[in-house]
């Protein structure tokens, strides 16, 4: 069938090909009227109108006299030249609600764009457009959010890596104190619940976090210490074990820290206060500067941050406070579980 038989019915918003604005110029040629020429191609009037305005160009024939006349190369040059304008089309369209879903939950919710594009599948959530990780950093990079820029990211991932150096392998103010080394394998694994990782997050004043960071679930425990003391971590110590009675050497199997002062006490970590004379848990100590021994810790410090920059003034922070922070670290969706968080796996 030749274009001339053709059938086809008309299309909406649909744009002018360059074999349309060559009828359309031929056509203008003859005089046939914008109303005439839009009911042999199936457009609108306006459509014509508009495309005649477009290409309308100003011509000199042999007498030097001027005159206009439609062109469909001007027309179909000057199409192109918009159609590059307007620069690359958004992936994510017309999709309002995606749109207001990340921001909420990058900007205001705090959580990474992976964690809230993972949780999109998990959670059954429909949008009409679907999104990459990288894709969403790149967006934000580029601005296309009106309420979200990179100030709302956790971090920006920086592709160079550190450099280690060699460093000693014991820490001159603990040699007695029982190395990261005597780990039993299933700590290194990760398969058996109940060995954890303990730091303390500092900030302004006297008062720091007492932070421990389960292996297995990353389920997170912060605690507010009076000051970053041996007897203030023991204390915090203590009061765990009272609150988690007989079930404290089960939930707490063993406890790996850095070589800070505040955890020097191993003896007094260790030992019950509810058994007198029996061990509650096992202590290990990592390397000097060796804080990539305690990752699942340090990682968790990270989110802690988030709501607790450097330079922060803990002493002013309340126990509901350290609660929230605590609930929305446990309840944070994780790529490594399926973007389940600690509080499904632990339930």
């Known amino acids: 069938m030749g274009q001339e038989q053709s059938t086809t019915k008309k299309r909406q918003w649909k744009q002018l090909t360059e074999q349309e604005r060559y009828k359309i110029e031929a056509l203008t040629h003859r005089g046939v009227s914008p109303s005439e020429i839009g009911k042999q191609l199936s457009r609108d009037r306006r459509t014509i109108e508009r495309e005649i305005c477009r290409g309308m160009t100003l011509q000199v024939d042999s007498q030097w006299r001027e005159r206009k006349v439609y062109l469909a190369d001007v027309g179909q040059r000057k199409h192109s030249e918009n159609a590059s304008n ?37 959670l059954g959530l429909k949008f009409a457009v679907s999104l990459c990780t990288k894709t969403v950093y790149n967006m934000i990079d580029r601005g296309d959010f009106l309420n979200l820029t990179n100030k709302d990211l956790p971090t920006k991932r920086n592709t160079k890596k550190r450099k280690y150096k060699p460093i000693r392998k014991i820490a001159l103010n603990n040699a007695t104190g029982r190395s990261i080394v005597e780990r039993p394998l299933e700590v290194e694994t990760r398969n058996e619940y109940g060995h954890w990782e303990m730091d303390c997050v500092v900030g302004k004043g006297k008062a720091c ?39 404290f050497p089960k939930t707490f199997k063993s406890i790996t820290m850095d070589n800070g002062s505040e955890f020097l006490d191993m003896h007094g970590i260790e030992s019950s206060i509810l058994k007198p004379g029996t061990r509650r848990t096992m202590c290990y100590y990592a390397h000097p500067y060796s804080a990539w021994e305690r990752g699942s810790n340090e990682n968790q410090n990270k989110l802690i941050r988030r709501f607790i920059p450097k330079g922060s003034n803990i002493d002013n922070l309340s126990k509901r406070d350290i609660l929230r922070i605590q609930t929305w670290i446990n309840n944070y969706p994780r790529r490594i579980f399926g973007y389940k968080s600690s509080a499904q796996l632990s339930a």
């Not at 210490?225 to 007897?231: G, H, N, V």
């Not at 023991?234 to 009675?245: C, F, G, H, S, V």
């Open 86 to 122: 307007k620069g690359r089309g958004l992936k994510i369209g017309h999709d309002h609600k995606l749109a207001q879903y990340l921001e909420q939950k990058i900007g205001k919710d705090k959580w990474s764009p992976d964690a809230a594009i993972g949780a999109i599948k998990v």
């Open 209 to 247: 976090l007492l932070v421990l960071t389960e292996r297995k679930h990353r389920e997170e425990l912060i605690i507010k210490l009076s000051a970053k003391t041996q007897a203030c971590v023991l204390d915090a110590i203590n009061t765990l074990e009272k609150r988690y009675k007989s079930n």
